[in-house]
């Protein structure tokens, strides 16, 4: 595991709650990763370093990463749609809830790029850097999802059990509305993320998730296909970075 | 078209800047935007021909070829910046009422929803097309999109939603428009709008991409 504070606590005699505080520098994010994020070419990259590692470089002390996760037993997923946590009932529809079935703990999780690093490209656009706008926002994004792969696949390996994908509040027939219900099964302030009264998460650049563990669920490498955005998707990378670190994870644990 | 004009537009389309930017990596150390703009009003072209022969069907060949897929948001947003370094030396003549704008066009992210990447393109081509255009962020609710056309000479609104729990947002906002200036073209736009959403809310146009954006205000204004 990188530099950060760890805390594992027994919450109760079945809850277990994972809590890691980072600094922007210790995700080690290179401009290479960041281009190839942007759907750059190899070529065109080089055109963009001097712009990126000026950003990179303005944002190395930037702290406030957080990322965390309550591990719940499930004894009974529930029955249709909907699964049943600690009782707090999700409506995670038809899809997510065939991934999920098998699993006999779920992961609820969340993480932040911080403040710093989510306010960055709204004040960039102000200023009119359009384009060191969108560096900024890709290297927010890569700093999140750098965030949940150490969740997903650097800490939950240790459980010994097999995982599925991660599934958000909002994906496929999972209504958004339910992030208030996911918020409910974590301690209040938990990364320092905290709900509007429209349900976005602050500070913007932050992700909420659940996994489930078991020994018959299963992590798939194209869940692509479930999504029905995939023609306008630029999100291939990240999932790419994702499958990437999911095959790594033997040599990354600590 | 002069030598200048032609270098201009290329300049534009491929995301040349200026002579310093090293991007793109085969036009290092040749001048951009920048400098050609300067030489073409140094050369006694007109700003406005300029803008209309040079800087707009760049934008539009820029917006074409993303709305085909076959460029994504940086290169994009390196033809919007050469543009707007280009503009820089235009900008005086509007000031002094030589040239006109076509309009001032609103924008902003429906409230409820931080989504603006998409909003930020259509902005920028919308500008690149000669509107004037005011950006109202994400999350805006619908008394600024009302407080802002109230204090403005606002022409056209885009509305972006990229939630599908948000989009519904866009139809108060739309009513609320409608109330104060019925005579405003709305367009809303993001993944989860299409057409048959676009009509059943009352707004004016659905546009899939900021190129259909600008045909749709260029048709009717
Ligand atoms: C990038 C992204 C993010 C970024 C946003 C960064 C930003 N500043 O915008 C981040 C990582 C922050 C993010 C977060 C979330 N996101 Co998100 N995100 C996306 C993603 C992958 C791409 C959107 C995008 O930028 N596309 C590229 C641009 C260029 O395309 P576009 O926006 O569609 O815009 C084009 C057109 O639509 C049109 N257009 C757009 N607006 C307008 C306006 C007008 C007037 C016109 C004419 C045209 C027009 O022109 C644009 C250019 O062609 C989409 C999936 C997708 N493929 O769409 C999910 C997606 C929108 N997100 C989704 C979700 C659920 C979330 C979260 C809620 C997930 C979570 N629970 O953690 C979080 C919320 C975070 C929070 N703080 O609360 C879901 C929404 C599903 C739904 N039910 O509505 C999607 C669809 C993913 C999915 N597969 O389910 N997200």
Redo the contacts with the bound molecule.
């Keep these: 595991m990188a530099a950060g504070e760890q805390v594992t606590t027994n919450v109760n005699q079945f809850t277990v709650k994972v809590h890691h505080q980072f600094q922007f520098k210790d995700l080690q994010i290179t401009s290479q990763e960041v281009g190839r994020a942007m759907n750059l070419s190899r070529k065109e990259i080089d055109g963009f370093k001097p712009m990126i590692e000026a950003i990179l470089s303005d944002l190395k002390s930037a702290d406030g990463l957080e990322c965390g996760m309550i591990i719940f037993p499930v004894d009974d997923l529930g029955t249709n749609d909907w699964i049943t946590v600690d009782s707090v009932s999700l409506a995670v529809g038809k899809t997510i809830k065939q991934k999920l079935s098998g699993a006999q703990v779920i992961a609820i999780f ?1 993480c932040t790029a911080g403040s710093e690093l ?1 306010s960055l ?1 709204e004040q960039l656009m102000k200023t009119e850097n359009y384009i060191e706008s969108h560096i900024a ?1 890709t290297i ?2 890569l700093a ?2 750098k965030l949940a792969n150490k969740l997903h696949h650097q800490i939950l390996p240790n459980s010994g059990l097999n995982f599925t994908n991660r599934y ?5 027939e ?3 509305d339910d ?1 208030q219900k ?1 918020f409910s099964l974590l301690p209040d302030n938990f990364c320092d993320i905290h ?2 009264e429209s ?11 659940i996994i489930g563990l078991g020994a018959t669920v299963k992590y798939e490498k194209d869940d692509c296909k479930y ?9 291939k990378f ?1 999932r790419k970075t994702q499958i990437a670190d999911y095959q790594n994870l033997a040599t990354s644990n600590p | 078209m002069s030598d200048t004009l032609k270098k201009l537009q290329q300049s534009i389309e491929s995301g040349k800047i200026n002579q310093a930017s090293p991007y793109p990596p085969n036009m290092k150390n040749q001048i951009g935007a920048d400098e050609l703009t300067k030489q073409a009003l140094d050369e006694g072209i007109e700003p406005e021909t300029i803008v209309n022969q040079a800087m707009i069907p760049a934008m539009d060949f820029v917006g074409q070829k ?2 085909e897929q076959k460029l994504f ?1 940086p290169q994009m947003l390196m033809s919007a910046k050469s543009m707007s370094a280009g503009m820089e030396h235009i900008k005086p003549f509007f000031k002094s009422g030589a040239m006109k704008k076509k309009g001032t066009f609103l ?1 902003g ?1 429906v409230f409820g929803d ?9 902005k920028m081509m919308i500008e690149g097309a000669g509107w004037e255009v005011i950006d109202l962020g ?1 999350d805006v609710k619908t008394e600024r999109f009302v407080e802002t056309i109230e204090q403005n000479d606002i022409q056209a ?11 519904v947002n866009m139809k108060p906002i739309i009513e609320a428009i409608r109330q104060i200036n019925p005579e405003i073209k709305i ?7 299409n057409e048959a959403f676009c009509q059943e809310i009352g707004a004016d ?9 600008v045909n ?1 205000l260029n048709s009717v204004f």
């Design positions: 969340i989510s490209p926002e927010g994004t999140v999802e958000s509040p909002g994906h496929c999972w209504p958004l992030q996911l709900l509007t349900l976005m998460m602050q500070p913007t650049k932050s992700l909420s998730a999504c029905d955005y995939q023609p306008t998707c630029n999100y990240f | 993303f709305a948001v924008i992210t931080l989504h603006d990447i998409g909003k930020n393109l259509v994400v609104v885009g509305l972006s939603a990229l939630l599908t729990t948000t989009m367009l809303v736009g993001g993944a989860p709008v146009n659905y546009s899939p991409n900021p190129k259909a954006a749709y």
